[in-house]
């Protein structure tokens, strides 16, 4: 499997930081049974929130005691473990790797990459799927988180061309409402 052999071979990547804190809100803070199971009982994983400001709180307190212990078993799980590893990005000859806000540029590179081998169907669409219900706001992205992603991902950053660890598109609120409780 080779762009050299006519395959389109493509990986999608995203945002470090942004990917650290909705891997950690879909599988943690929203308490995923497996999640629960397998890392309940660590001292990072999240309480439940009582009030807004404790998603900020138990974020930054889980990125903290990963940022001391860097050895922790989640952090080499696939939602959480740094990018070019899991898309073996040194090894595999990859058509393109494309960021997550080049999507639409994906599939418009991937239908005439079909066409030109007879696909004649309806235009490529992806529905939005695995959305999360936090969007990130920047309070739970103080330095030493900051750092944390920086250094962590290193790679990712350089890899893939993201210059900052702050995520692009925050929610422009300083807090969460009493509604993200519920």
Do not use: C
């Not at 909705?22 to 943690?28: D, F, G, I, M, P």
């Amino acid at each position: 499997i080779s762009p050299d052999n006519g395959w389109f071979v493509f990986g999608v990547v995203r945002h470090p930081t942004a990917r650290l804190f909705s891997a950690w809100q879909s599988k943690l803070l929203l308490r995923e049974p497996f999640w629960v199971e397998e890392y309940g009982e660590q001292e990072w994983f999240p309480r439940q929130p009582e009030r807004p400001d404790d998603i900020v709180e138990e974020f930054v307190r889980f990125v903290r005691v990963a940022a001391r212990d860097r050895e922790q078993r989640i952090l080499r799980n696939r939602h959480f473990a740094p990018q070019g590893w899991m898309l073996a990005a040194d090894r595999m000859p990859y058509t393109r790797i494309y960021k997550t806000s080049e999507i639409p540029e994906l599939l418009e590179d991937f239908e005439r990459h079909l066409r030109a081998r007879g696909y004649d169907g309806e235009p490529l669409k992806l529905l939005r799927a695995n959305e999360t219900p936090l969007k990130p706001i920047a309070p739970l992205f103080p330095d030493d988180v900051l750092d944390f992603s920086r250094e962590f991902y290193r790679d990712d950053f350089e890899r893939f061309g993201y210059d900052d660890p702050m995520p692009g598109r925050l929610d422009p609120a300083d807090r969460y409402d009493d509604d993200s409780i519920a």
